[in-house]
């Protein structure tokens, strides 16, 4: 099975750089994806990883170590529009499919 | 723009009641997930077809659920009798598998939210 743990909640201030952790223990490895979800909407695809390093993407970055089981999701110049639920899932990848199990998700609160 | 389309939005419905959602995936995609979402247990995997075949539906209760795909423009989740801890939102997700070109990514639907009173 897959057990993925990130923080509940949250806070930074409009325009600092904030990064929200995820770890995980698996049964075999996988990729590690991080989708956005803003309250009420569908979740909606920000970065993967599937070797350790970090993948940078405009204004967001994503980490992962896999000796760790460890990822993190980093933002930067954080806008109000950032305020979001940010889910961490892994999953295997494989021709058989991307079926990910997601974290409980961390509620990220962005504050002027 | 291509996108996931779920029926109905909203759900209202009594114990006991059948509930069906519908689901059309991105057209081309060959994977195709129902997820569920409550606050409790965030999002759960109900079932996963590849190619229209069930491949997993561990995740759902056997008793009342059942995922089918009648051909490949459509998924369907049926619950028969819904009971009040059924109650959540249900996301329909289609994608390619990893590989090549293609990330892995799911693009999910904008979920039916069922209530049952």
């Known amino acids: 099975g897959q057990n993925i743990d990130q923080p509940t909640e949250m806070t930074a201030t409009e325009g600092a750089i904030v990064q929200i952790n995820c770890t995980y223990q698996?049964?075999?490895?996988?990729?590690l994806f991080w989708y956005q979800q803003h309250a009420g909407e569908a979740p909606t695809f920000l970065s993967y990883?599937?070797?350790?390093g970090l993948e940078e993407k405009g204004r967001f970055s994503s980490f992962l170590s896999r000796s760790k089981g460890y990822s993190y999701l980093l933002l930067k110049e954080l806008q109000m529009k950032d305020s979001a639920s940010y889910l961490c899932a892994v999953g295997p990848l494989n021709n058989a499919g991307n079926m990910l199990t997601f974290g409980g998700g961390t509620r990220l609160m962005v504050k002027p | 723009d291509a996108r996931v389309t779920q029926t109905p939005r909203h759900k209202v419905t009594e114990m006991g009641q059948e509930v069906t959602m519908r689901c059309q995936p991105i057209l081309g995609h060959n994977t195709v997930f129902w997820y569920r979402q409550t606050m409790m247990q965030g999002l759960e995997l109900l079932a996963y077809f590849r190619n229209r075949a069930p491949l997993d539906d561990s995740g759902m209760p056997k008793d009342r659920f059942s995922a089918e795909m009648p051909d490949a423009t459509l998924a369907t989740l049926k619950i028969q009798p819904s009971e009040p801890r059924d109650s959540a939102v249900y996301f329909c997700a289609s994608g390619f598998p990893y590989g090549g070109s293609n990330t892995g990514e799911l693009f999910f639907g904008e979920g039916s939210r069922l209530t049952v009173l």
């Open positions: 990883n599937v070797l350790d």
């Open positions: 698996t049964s075999g490895f996988n990729g």
